[in-house]
């Protein structure tokens, strides 16, 4: 099946994508819920998560994504590969994530992934960029003690300011004040892996929640 074609970015400000989440009765998606979850915030088509869900089964993985047909498809390819602790789910992060950890089970979120977000370079559309105080605010409260924020972009301007954002909370913690040589992470994306290709540099922090 060829995959869905959709427009590379979509503005998160638009009234379209202003509705809240359709949130699902997470004991019907995951056989067990009580199993350390992952979040990935802007998954695209979902195979970063696709493969690591397969890596370690004994976690659960939750993909959020802005762009319903990537979802679809997505959870199209998790059925038919029977992967039971994996979930896409559409939503406009900077509305629901708020809902959206609220309504899981308590000190289960482990792990947040933001990887390669859509970089807005004009000025005027950066209040569109995903990584806004609210939503550093909103995993500050769900986020367990030790948890971590793993944070990547091939922008570096992108990848500064996500950085001082969660570094302006006093719940997170960077752990090292340089560029993270190597993903830390058992799998790269599809963008990390054409970046490499290309030779260009991607930028790398993780934040620890304390």
């Known amino acids: 099946m060829s995959p869905v074609r959709v427009r590379q970015h979509v503005n998160p400000l638009s009234r379209k994508y202003q509705q809240p989440v359709a949130l699902p009765d997470w004991a019907q998606i995951y056989p067990d819920l009580t199993q350390p979850m992952h979040l990935d915030i802007g998954c695209a088509r979902g195979r970063f998560l696709f493969e690591y869900a397969q890596i370690e089964p004994n976690w659960n993985f939750l993909g959020l994504e802005i762009r319903e047909p990537l979802v679809d498809e997505a959870n199209d390819w998790r059925d038919r590969a029977n992967l039971a602790n994996l979930h896409y789910l559409f939503c406009n992060v900077n509305i629901s994530i708020e809902p959206i ?12 992934s933001i990887q390669f977000p859509d970089p807005w370079f004009k000025k005027r559309h950066q209040k569109r960029r995903v990584v806004q105080p609210e939503l550093v605010a909103d995993l500050a409260k769900y986020l367990v ?15 500064v300011e996500m950085c001082d954002r969660f570094a302006e909370h006093p719940a997170f913690r960077r752990t090292s004040d340089d560029w993270l040589a190597e993903n830390p992470l058992a799998v790269p994306t599809e963008r990390e892996i054409a970046t490499h290709n290309k030779g260009e540099p991607v930028y790398r922090a993780i934040f620890e929640r304390v």
């Open 101 to 112: 950890l609220k309504s899981l089970p308590e000190n289960l979120l482990k792990r947040v």
């Open 145 to 159: 003690l030790g948890g971590e924020v793993f944070l990547q972009s091939d922008v570096e301007e992108v990848e």
